[in-house]
């Protein structure tokens, strides 16, 4: 039954009926039997039943280790570094965009590169400007277009091995692509 507040009076013509101490007999009890069980209070992250549960307050938290909050925040979390040029490669000075290599629990990474070489151009053809580190190696092999400043045909690459190759069509002072992939599962 759903609670239907009286408002009270010191009045001689409202009398307190039996109608009154009835409903709020019914109040309490409903206080008691609809309470939240114990039993389905959870504090765990394999429960999987489908029945009415509660989520304990420690799972809840993101900053309790180990909890469901926890693994999840752990799972958006992105872990960023920055690109590990292979000696005579550099960022290339253009606004704050730096290369780096970003990944998140899901085994979804990005590589972001705006590079140069440290003295000189890039030649026409391949060129190895980064290995990647172990945890950002990707399990296939993957290839997208670049820009560079000559404006002719550029590609980035990484191989499964982790290589990152740089392919010119002529020479180019810079060379910037974005490459997402993913991590081997």
Request: contains cysteine; glycine residues 6%.
């Amino acid at each position: 039954m759903a609670y239907i507040k009286r408002t009270w009076t010191n009045s001689p013509d409202e009398a307190v009926t039996y109608e009154d101490f009835n409903r709020i007999e019914e109040g309490i009890e409903n206080l008691d039997t609809n309470k939240l069980d114990l039993e389905k209070v959870v504090n765990e992250n394999t429960a999987l039943v489908a029945d009415k549960k509660a989520l304990n307050a420690a799972q809840a938290n993101p900053n309790v280790e180990g909890s469901l909050a926890n693994k999840i925040n752990d799972l958006l979390t992105k872990t960023q570094i920055p690109l590990p040029y292979n000696s005579g490669f550099i960022d290339y000075a253009t606004s704050a965009l730096e290369s780096y290599v970003v990944k998140n629990g899901l085994n979804e990474c990005k590589l972001v590169i705006n590079a140069k070489p440290s003295t000189g151009q890039f030649s026409a053809g391949q060129t190895a400007i980064a290995t990647l580190p172990s945890g950002y190696i990707p399990s296939k092999g993957y290839s997208v277009g670049a820009r560079n400043s000559a404006m002719t045909g550029c590609s980035v690459e990484i191989l499964p091995n982790g290589t990152v190759n740089v392919y010119t069509a002529s020479a180019s002072d810079y060379v910037f692509a974005v490459i997402p992939y993913d991590l081997e599962v």
